[in-house]
């Protein structure tokens, strides 16, 4: 995707950015209400300009530190249990919850809002008009700040949970394959390039975000050929090559501006790279088939999410009748193995064992290689995962119950 909408969606799932842009409007709010005094009647000024405006403030400042405060810690502890009971990958997602932020950020700045406010009538900024104007829109911030509290405290029940995680992993992996599935190969085309110049990485990381329109603007520009190496998801070294291009030789401004198409980063992002989100469902999985943790229920409801990625991405294939959009671009293409060992791979491994996780997962797998396209990477996968429950079912009758469903029975 474009390099600056990769670097603000990265940017607002920053919970303090959220947060500082609602600390900003309570603050503007509170000192801005001035500006609205002339149009304020007189009567409603009488009325609405006495005291109570400050009451109101006075419990708002008090409160509200308490409830911030307290949200903080059900986050924290929330993030904490993810990362043990789920993964450390899905723990990220506590902190970039929509509605997370959106609550806290509201218990932070209707707080400001109201230190303001008071400080504001303290040292007799506003006269009655203004009050009134205060006073409205203090109401306004007390149904705001109730409805966050009720919001807030609907999203802990589910927070915390292994099944909500799973859930928006899976979103999350969701639009990736999708996206690659309608863009496949990011808009270009198969193959490579026989030699030329090399674009280095600067730093060591994961490749986050490639932006595949400036490579081949700039490919445009030079009148070349550009062949990515490092795919998103990508681990490259400091010096590694993170793409080829068609020309003898590359001077320093021509890899700063290639390189600049490159996002990189300590971990993975699940934006444009479709294969992490399916990593992070087979950890979570492979987590719950652990000794300490011992909950194949867990592992089943993964399989299904396993079974809906992968069969949208592989029946829902859309057909490029005009050509690449970027003809100057080469990109490795996504194998159809790598995807069902990313999600499937770490079940057939840790659930050999437990007989109703064999069972669900030759199913599953059976499920999906009536997709033609799949029939010819599945088999293999299936055989290792039956051969593997033969070697770990103690019993007879549990690997007979694998084989029957490996064999449709």
Known sequence: MNRWIFLWRKLKRQLWVRATAYAGVGVAAALL????????????????????????????????????????????????????????????????????????????????????????????????????????????????????????INRLSSLARVGHMIDLVEGYALDALTQRRDLPLLGGRRGHLSGGAEVKAHATGYVQNVDPARLQAMAEARDCEVEVIAAPGALVRRGGVLARISLPACDDSAQDDFRSAFAIGNSRSYDQDPRFGLIVL??????????????????????????RLIDIWANDVATDKDGPLRDRLFVPDIAD????????GPIARYGAGDVAVSVRLQKSLRALATTPALASVIEPLAREALERSRAALPIAADVARVEAAAEGR
């Open 337 to 344: 193995a790598d995807l069902l060992d990313d999600v499937f």
């Open 282 to 307: 087979g950890e979570i999985a492979a987590k719950a088939l652990s000794p300490g943790v011992n909950d194949p229920g867990t592992a089943i409801q993964v399989l299904s999410s396993g079974v």
């Open 33 to 152: 209400a001035v500006f609205l005094a002339p149009w304020v009647p007189a009567q409603m000024a009488e009325r609405l300009g006495g005291q109570s405006v400050e009451s109101i403030l006075t419990i708002l400042a008090s409160s509200l530190l308490g409830v911030a405060t307290f949200s903080v810690g059900a986050m924290v502890t929330a993030y904490t249990s993810v990362s043990s009971a789920a993964s450390p990958r899905v723990a990220a997602l506590v902190t970039s919850d929509e509605e997370t932020q959106k609550s806290l950020a509201t218990f932070v700045g209707a707080f400001l809002y109201a230190i303001v406010a008071v400080t504001a009538i303290n040292a007799h900024y506003y006269g009655q008009n203004g009050r009134a104007i205060l006073f409205l829109v203090s109401l306004a911030m007390v149904g705001l700040v109730a409805f966050r509290l009720l919001a807030w």
